[in-house]
């Protein structure tokens, strides 16, 4: 699906803000990419659009140089920026206009999307509230049926309504010929909707694990303040200590997206060593 190699990216090459950068999505999976204010989330996800080039190194999307715009790349590629400008028209202007760009587009589909989202198909787009023009923006992107759905802080401007209708639709839309991106700072808006977390932190790519790989090797749980010493990583919670420890016992527990996050971006190294040992070290 989407192939990173060796990536270095900058606006000016004295201040890159990715070097030697290397990454591997594939179909089937919903990804999470987390990653502090600055770190270059966004920048990333322009370059997988074909938006930004890289100085150095390739990206690939469905075996397509992404730098070169190919149509036949973007004809199953929908990116969704943080920030949208939504024309002047209604949703069946907008699809006369844009669909055709789309071979496997599904207007019955689209429709129905907006309908879920309780976007009023006969409102002109621009007159709409922001919220209700990020819905529309990403029913057209679903609707569409590429294998490539990218998007950045799509839950910006939604209710928690709307939050928990964008978590059920996005979870239906995933089929195993489709890859989905979702970038945010809001990792709560993720909970139980991603498989896969992706970090970005000091210009690196320091985590790309799927959630089920994460917890098979920690454990994510809530302890007293006394025993906090047996734990990787703590932060301070109402009944105790918020906790990451080492999955000794091979029990599942749920990933907590935030607190993995604090850890990883806290220079937290105990947390990303085991995260980053060979899968057959893990029970040594």
């Given amino acids: 699906m989407i192939q990173i190699n060796n990536l270095s ?44 080039f890289p100085l150095e190194g390739s990206c690939q999307v469905n075996g397509f140089d992404a730098s070169k715009r190919y149509p036949a790349m973007l004809q199953d590629l929908y990116f969704i920026p943080e920030e949208i400008y939504m024309p002047a028209l209604t949703a069946r202007q907008f699809v006369a206009n844009t669909a055709p ?24 787009f621009n007159k709409l509230s922001f919220g209700q023009q990020k ?27 709307s939050k928990v209708q964008f978590r059920r639709i996005i979870a239906s839309a995933l089929t195993e010929n489709r890859c989905i991106i979702i970038s945010t700072h809001q990792v709560r808006d993720l909970d139980s909707l991603i498989d896969t977390l992706v970090v970005v932190h000091d210009r690196e790519i ?36 918020q906790a990451i420890l080492p999955n000794l016992l091979g029990n599942y527990s749920k990933v907590d997206m935030e607190l993995l996050f604090n850890a990883i971006t806290s220079g937290n190294t105990s947390v990303t060593e085991i995260l980053q040992r060979p ?5 040594l």
């Fill in 9 to 52: 990216f900058g606006y000016s090459r004295k201040s890159l803000l990715f070097r030697n950068l290397n990454l591997r999505l594939q179909e089937g999976h919903i990804y999470g990419l987390l990653g502090k204010n600055g770190a270059g989330k966004s920048t990333l996800l322009k370059n997988m659009a074909g938006l930004v």
């Fill in 279 to 283: 899968q057959y070290e893990k029970s």
């Fill in 135 to 161: 819905k529309a923006i990403i029913a057209f992107g679903l609707a569409t049926n590429a294998s490539v759905l990218i998007m950045d802080e799509p839950t910006n401007g939604l209710d928690i309504p």
């Fill in 101 to 124: 760009f789309y071979p496997f587009f599904d207007e019955d589909v689209f429709y129905s999307y907006l309908s879920e989202f309780d976007v009023p198909q006969h409102a002109v």
């Fill in 206 to 241: 320091v985590l790309n694990e799927s959630l089920d790989a994460i917890s098979e090797r920690l454990t994510f749980t809530t302890i007293p303040e006394s025993e906090s010493s047996n734990a990787l990583y703590t932060e301070d919670a109402l009944r105790g200590k």
